[in-house]
């Protein structure tokens, strides 16, 4: 299977951030999907690293309706997707 890097394909960071910004409104409205509040974190919290004020603001209110273990498990999944992007 092929693997995107958006740092290949000439996309800002601007850019990225609202791309991984998109996957987090995804996850979190269901859109296109099912609704994954732990995915939905995850993205947010890579937007916001990107430069995303947005996705952090959103991912705040997130968290306010999430369990610790599920905080946990998306910020370990965020940290995983960094690690190797």
Sequence with gaps: MARFEMHDAGIGANAQAEILFE????YATGRDCDVDLIAAHKWFNIAAIKGSARAA???????ATMSKPEIAKALREAREWMTVH
């Design 23 to 26: 996957l987090g409104m995804m």
């Design 57 to 63: 603001e959103l991912r705040a209110e997130l968290s």
